[in-house]
């Protein structure tokens, strides 16, 4: 026995020397344990998507034992997709203007954009709106642009519902969305000789007037004819009633317009009139057989028409039309109209229909009195870092702000906004700017349903909601109220910013910390002091009360697709197709695509000094805030230190042009991030992703396919896992997704190294 065993342990020692593998171990090296595999999309047995993927998942056809090092050989990634991602197809700036708020917020902020590339024409717009696509050079971009510019989906489509509302609807929604979106106000051009592109802000003058049928037409505020005053060659009035004469000399003074031959006045029709011998510009208005244009395209002797959408696009839009009052047209807010009668201009205070006669003791309509330069309106082009520009991509309702002016309810309740989970509605006309609304003591009723926080009178004694409810007696739910005392005003009590009390059976909201200073009245004061305001909002207490959605992800979702089937609307319909695509945490924006690079950091109180003609200090972020305004501001400055004053001068040309900071970047993305489960934490990237096996090269054109190969030794420990599936991720140098349709097919190659 003895020798048996010493013959074993020398067969065992000789076979240690000889370095002999067994059968066993052979067999596990050849069958799992390979040195090389090959991972194919193709054999994917998941990729979370019926139609596209930017993540796989591979069942292996044999499990891998004790991996040891992994490392990413090569990889084969095709590039069959657009140069724009979709999450990056909204173009977004401001438009201040003293009505809807002087300095940017989310109300006066709006947007153009291309349609996401999964949009099919058949479903959505045809042909007439921008698109997402593969573009092969600049010029394929500024075309579809053009179109952006001019329509926008679900714009478009709100407003057939508002035009067709007739229709037996019972689907339609109490209140319809605000889209952020106003046609034909900018444009965004190549200019070709610089290679740019260019944002040209269109009506940061009084737009176009039309009065009835006629084509009279003036860029100017125009005013009925003075026999005392004195004009300019080139002044337009009225006179008597609406008929346009333009000066033909300088000094004119004591000169009745009357009918040719007259030396002083010519009847005009506004400098506008279509000529074959004038070379016209892209934003260049004309008229012609009592329609307008806008020029789109550089033209001389191209006729304006219908048809003609090279050179020519009829404008339609009150945004660009100043319309004559009509009693049964629909105003939006802000529209400006004129009014013969009484020779002067009008801001519609809310969407309404018709409104009135415009007049001084009509709430409806505001009078509008043009700037001393003109200039009604200035353009402020955003970025990725601007905090109002990443809610409103997203599912934003419309929300109280303190820069904004609101008014009284519209004919529809799209006015409703929402202030701290609560929606509220102004309750008067002439509400203005900083106005906060807030929770008051309203008698109690059993068909309010009441939110926490929610104030109330209910048998001479105040309640505060401490949870929702609807027809719960305050009396006899205490679990649901709790009483309050210290509502009534005293003036021997210290209030804190934001308490709210009763005085004069009116409620007011402390704007500061205050003791001893009594609440004004309304009569008196206008409801509002240094420490105190009064209310000027009324809470919706219906259960599912809401205010008006103004995120594009949400309204897109929700009306860019829409069809009538009998007399019924329908929308979303076709349904199941994702909106406008949402990226919270924005990096990029089709601004920065375009090469408008700012990052859209700012103070907002800086230009406040605009407003209030305040000088400024020269090469202050004050100054650098207003170089980006089209037109560019006047301003007066002043040497720091010395504040030696400088008389204000035109810094620039007074134009709406912005012309990109850089140039166009059509690329995708110029890398793709690998990640894989079989890497775990032993990668970092300075995204904070763990998970890493490789960065690969993006080397080839769209429609292409991109090649990889690794020549570095970068071997990754894997600590002897056993392998059984392996999942890839994809994402582009931004960390979005990088998204691939499923006829796409990812080849990844890796090194398997195992332990001895």
């Not at 900018?186 to 039309?210: A, D, H, V």
């Amino acid at each position: 026995m003895d020798e048996l065993v010493a013959e074993t342990v020398r067969e065992i020692e000789e076979e240690q020397a000889l370095k002999r593998k067994s059968a066993i171990s052979v067999f596990q090296s050849m069958l799992n344990q390979p040195a090389l595999v090959s991972v194919s999309s193709a054999n994917a047995t998941f990729t979370g998507s019926g139609e596209s993927f930017s993540e796989f998942r591979v069942d292996l056809p044999r499990p891998i034992l004790k991996v040891e090092g992994i490392q990413l050989l090569n990889a084969n990634i095709p590039e069959c997709t657009q140069n724009i991602p979709d999450t990056a197809c909204a173009f977004w700036y401001y438009r201040l203007n003293p009505f809807l708020g002087a300095v940017p917020n989310p109300l006066n902020l709006y947007m153009v954009r291309l349609l996401p590339s999964y949009y099919k024409p058949e479903y959505a717009g045809g042909d007439f709106n921008g698109r997402n696509q593969t573009f092969f050079d600049y010029q394929d971009v500024a075309t579809e642009l053009v179109k952006s510019c001019e329509n926008d989906l679900a714009y478009d489509n709100i407003n057939t519902i508002i035009e067709l509302g007739g229709v037996d609807q019972p689907t339609i929604p109490e209140y319809l969305p605000e889209v952020p979106f106003s046609p034909n106000d900018i444009s965004i051009t190549l200019n070709i000789p610089l290679n740019k592109f260019q944002m040209t802000g269109l009506n940061y003058y009084l737009p176009l007037i039309s009065f009835y049928q006629d084509t009279i037409t003036s860029e100017s505020y125009v005013t009925a004819f003075d026999f005392g005053a004195t004009y300019d060659e080139g002044d337009f009035v009225y006179y008597p009633v609406n008929i346009l004469y333009r000066s033909k000399v300088a000094g004119n003074t004591g000169h009745y317009p009357t009918g040719p031959p007259n030396s002083f006045w010519e009847v005009s029709d506004g400098g506008f009139g279509w000529s074959a011998t004038t070379t016209y510009d892209v934003g260049d208005f004309v008229t012609y057989n009592e329609k307008a244009y806008r020029c789109i395209l550089i033209s001389l002797n191209n006729v304006p028409d219908d048809d003609d959408s090279l050179n020519w696009v009829v404008v339609q839009d009150d945004s660009q039309w100043v319309r004559t009052w009509d009693v049964n047209e629909y105003y939006a807010k802000g529209v400006i109209i004129y009014y013969p009668p009484t020779f002067s201009f009008w801001v519609s205070v809310n969407g309404i229909r018709g409104g009135g006669i415009p007049n001084p003791g009509n709430t409806a309509w505001s009078q509008y009195v043009p700037p001393e330069d003109g200039i009604y309106n200035r353009y402020l082009i955003t970025g990725y870092d601007d905090p109002n520009v990443a809610i409103r991509q997203g599912t934003q309702l419309k929300t109280w702000n303190p820069y904004n002016t609101f008014q009284g309810s519209d004919w529809m309740t799209s006015t409703a906004i929402e202030h701290n989970g609560i929606p509220y509605l102004p309750i008067q006309s002439g509400v203005t700017i900083n106005l906060i609304p807030f929770q008051y003591p309203e008698t109690w009723s059993n068909t309010n349903y009441y939110l926490k926080g929610d104030l109330v009178l209910y048998l001479s004694i105040y309640y505060e909601a401490i949870e929702s409810s609807l027809n719960s007696l305050p009396t006899t739910n205490p679990n649901r109220w709790k009483v309050r005392t210290n509502l009534t005003y005293s003036s021997t009590t210290s209030y804190a910013k934001g308490d709210v009390v009763v005085y004069a059976s009116i409620p007011y909201i402390a704007l500061q910390s205050s003791r001893g200073q009594t609440p004004p009245t309304i009569a008196t004061t206008g409801g509002v002091n240094a420490f105190w305001q009064t209310n000027y909002w009324e809470r919706n207490y219906t259960s599912t009360a809401t205010a008006c959605k103004v995120g594009l992800n949400s309204v897109s979702s929700s009306y860019d697709f829409l069809d009538i089937v009998g007399n019924e609307w329908r929308f979303p319909f076709p349904s199941g197709i994702p909106g406008q695509p949402f990226n919270p945490n924005p990096k990029r924006l089709l601004n920065s695509i375009l090469g408008f690079t700012w990052n859209g950091q700012m103070d907002v109180t800086a230009l406040a000094s605009i407003v209030n003609n305040i000088p400024v200090a020269t090469n202050n972020t004050v100054v650098q805030l207003y170089n980006r305004l089209r037109p560019v501001p006047q301003y007066t400055t002043f040497v720091v230190g010395t504040e030696l004053g400088i008389e204000p001068y035109t810094q620039a040309t007074v134009t709406g042009i912005f012309t990109a900071n850089g140039y166009a970047n059509l690329v995708y993305s110029s890398i793709v991030a690998v990640y894989g489960s079989i890497a775990g934490a032993r990668t970092l990237d300075t995204q904070r992703n763990t998970s890493l096996l490789g960065m690969t090269s993006m080397n080839a054109d769209n429609l292409g396919v991109s090649f990889y190969g690794n020549y570095i030794e970068s071997e990754l420990i894997a600590n002897g896992e056993d392998l059984y599936s392996i999942s890839i991720q994809l994402f582009d140098e931004f960390n979005e997704p990088f998204v691939l349709t499923n006829n796409a097919v990812v080849t990844l190659t890796f090194k398997m190294t195992y332990k001895k």
